[in-house]
C-alpha cells in the first residue's frame, strides 16, 4: 500500500488543476500601436509651435498617464522620419516600426518622440499595411482574449497613391486589428473625407481640441466602459430577463459578446463592460428576436440599452384530459405572415413577444386556430381537442381516402395505405366519410363509403 506521504504530491497537482480550471478568466489584454505622421508637413506651424511639438508634448502627456495602467502593452511606429523629400522623388517605404509591444514600451517611446525629427512623405497605407506585423501572432494554445488597435496621428492624407481604407478594411476582416482610430490635425474639410474610411475618424482642428480627442480615443481604446441591456415591457418597464442576448458589430455582422441576460441582486439589468468601438446591432433572441440597431456607447460613460421585449405565454393543452403519449407540435406564425416562427409541442408552454398570432395544429385535419392575442406577463391557454383513433380494416388491400364532413362539404383528410389491410388513423372529434375500392375491382361502381364518427381518447374501427 503507498503511503499518503506518497500521494501527496499527486494530491496537491490536482487540487492546483482544479483550482486553475475554477480561476476568473483573464481581463482582455490590449495591445495599441500608436502609427504617428513625422512627415515634412508636422513642420508647420499650428497655434504658437510647429504641429510635431504639439502632439509630440500631448501623447507624451497621454503615455505617462497610461504608465502602469493593467493588462496593456504599447508600440509605436512612425512614417516619413528617414527619408527628406527630394524635388521629383519621395520614399513611400519610410515607414519603421520604432518601438515594438513590450509591458515597458513607455521609456523607449518617449525617447523616440523626443529625438524624432519630420523629413519626408506620408505612406499611410504601407504604414498600416506593415503594421499588421507589428501585432504579436495570436497562437493556438492563447487562451486570452486581445484586442489589436491601431491609433493613427496625421496631418495629411495619403501621398503613395495608394489606398488605406482598402489596407484598413483587409486588416479589420482578416482579425488582425479592430477598426483604427484616426486623428486628423488640422487637416481641411476635403483631407478629412478622404481619412474617414480607414476607421473612426476625429478631427482635431486646434491644438486645444487634440488633447480632448487624444483623451477620447486612449479611453475607447482601452475598453473602460460599461452598459445595462434593460429589456422593456410593454408598459415600460425593464423587468424582462432570462433572456439570451447578441451584441453585433453592426458594420461586419461579426459577434461581438453574447450574454444570457440577468438581473442583479438590486432587481436591475446587471451591468457589463462593453467595447465603445463598435456601432452595436442588439439582438434579444425572444420569440420572435427583438431588435435594436445603431447603438452607439459614449467612452468613459454608463450607457442604458432600452430594447422593446416585451412577452406572456402561449400555453397549449390537449383537451378532455391527458393524451395517449403522441407528440403533436404546432406551427406559431404572426398573424398575416407565412413565416414560421416555432413549432411548439401540444402540452407545453412558450415565450412568446406580445402581439397576435396564427396557430396551426398538426392533428389530422390540421386545427387552424387565428388571432391569439399573446398579452404583457399573462399566460393565453389554447385547448385542443383530444384526439380519437380509426381503424380501417379492408378485406384486401386497394386504394381509399379519409374526408372530414361539416355542412355537407368534404375536405381531404389522408389517404389510405395502398398495400396495408390495417391503417389507423388519430383525428380529431368529428364526422367523417371513409372511400375505398379493392385494388381487385375494376369498376368506379364497386366503390366502398362508409361514415364514421369520432369521438375524443374513444377508438373505433370499421371493416370493409
Known amino acids: 500500500m ?28 490590449t495591445r495599441m500601436l500608436f502609427v504617428m505622421d513625422a512627415s515634412n508637413s ?34 509605436l511606429r512612425m512614417y516619413g522620419h528617414q527619408t527628406p523629400i527630394q524635388p521629383g522623388k519621395q520614399d513611400c517605404d519610410d515607414t519603421k516600426l520604432e518601438v515594438p ?11 523616440t518622440l523626443q529625438s524624432v525629427r519630420c523629413l519626408g512623405t506620408t ?17 493556438f494554445n492563447d487562451t486570452r482574449k486581445v484586442r489589436n488597435v ?36 488640422g487637416l481641411d474639410d476635403s483631407q478629412k473625407y478622404a481619412l474617414q474610411c480607414v476607421g473612426n475618424y476625429f478631427d482635431a482642428s486646434t491644438p486645444e481640441l487634440f488633447e480632448h480627442v487624444l483623451k477620447v480615443v486612449v479611453t475607447q481604446a482601452l475598453n473602460t466602459t460599461t452598459a445595462q441591456i434593460s429589456l422593456m415591457t410593454t408598459d415600460g418597464k425593464p423587468t424582462e430577463t432570462d433572456v439570451p442576448v447578441t451584441l453585433y458589430d453592426q458594420r461586419t455582422g461579426k459577434a461581438i459578446q453574447h450574454i444570457m441576460h440577468t438581473m442583479n441582486d438590486r432587481g436591475i439589468p446587471d451591468t457589463l463592460r462593453i467595447d465603445p468601438i463598435y456601432t452595436y446591432k442588439v439582438v434579444a433572441h425572444t420569440v420572435p428576436p427583438s431588435v435594436r440597431n445603431d447603438v452607439v456607447v459614449k467612452p468613459g460613460v454608463h450607457t442604458v440599452i432600452a430594447v422593446d421585449a416585451g412577452t406572456g405565454l402561449l400555453s397549449i393543452k390537449s383537451g378532455n384530459g391527458p393524451g395517449d403519449g403522441t407528440v403533436v407540435q404546432a406551427i406559431v406564425r404572426r398573424s398575416g405572415e407565412g413565416g414560421t416562427l416555432i413549432a411548439q409541442e401540444v402540452g ?3 415565450r412568446l413577444r406580445t402581439g397576435t398570432y396564427d396557430l396551426e395544429v398538426l392533428t389530422l ?7 391569439v392575442r399573446i398579452e404583457q406577463g399573462r399566460t393565453t391557454d389554447i385547448a385542443v381537442p383530444r384526439s380519437g383513433v380509426l381503424n380501417v380494416q379492408p378485406a384486401t388491400p386497394g386504394p381509399g381516402a379519409i374526408f ?55 377508438s373505433i374501427t370499421i371493416n370493409f
Open 123 to 139: 505612406p499611410i497605407a504601407r504604414s498600416l499595411e506593415k503594421a499588421a506585423g507589428d501585432f504579436p501572432p495570436i497562437t
Open 101 to 111: 509591444f513590450s509591458p515597458n514600451s513607455i521609456p523607449g517611446m518617449k525617447h
Open 404 to 458: 372530414s364532413k361539416k355542412d355537407g362539404v368534404l375536405e381531404w383528410v389522408a389517404d389510405l395505405d395502398l398495400n396495408a389491410i390495417r391503417n389507423q388513423f388519430r383525428l380529431l372529434p368529428g364526422t367523417y366519410e371513409v372511400i375505398y375500392r379493392s385494388r381487385s375491382a375494376r369498376r368506379t361502381e364497386l366503390t366502398l363509403k362508409k361514415d364514421v364518427t369520432i369521438e375524443s381518447g374513444r
Open 365 to 371: 385535419p390540421r386545427l387552424m386556430i387565428p388571432n
Open 348 to 350: 407545453s408552454a412558450q
Open 42 to 75: 508636422m513642420n508647420a506651424f499650428w497655434g504658437n509651435q510647429p504641429k510635431i511639438n504639439t502632439a509630440r508634448e500631448l501623447l507624451l502627456k497621454s503615455l505617462k498617464e497610461l504608465e502602469g495602467q493593467p493588462d496593456l502593452e504599447l508600440a
Open 150 to 185: 491601431i491609433i493613427l496621428i496625421t496631418d495629411g492624407i495619403e501621398a503613395c497613391d495608394e489606398d488605406p481604407c482598402a489596407v484598413s478594411r483587409a486588416l479589420q476582416a482578416k482579425g488582425i486589428t479592430l477598426k483604427p482610430f484616426v486623428i486628423g490635425v
Open 2 to 29: 503507498r503511503s499518503v506521504a506518497s500521494l501527496l504530491p499527486a494530491l496537491l497537482l490536482f487540487c492546483g488543476t482544479i483550482f486553475a480550471q475554477d480561476k476568473a478568466p483573464q481581463p482582455p489584454l
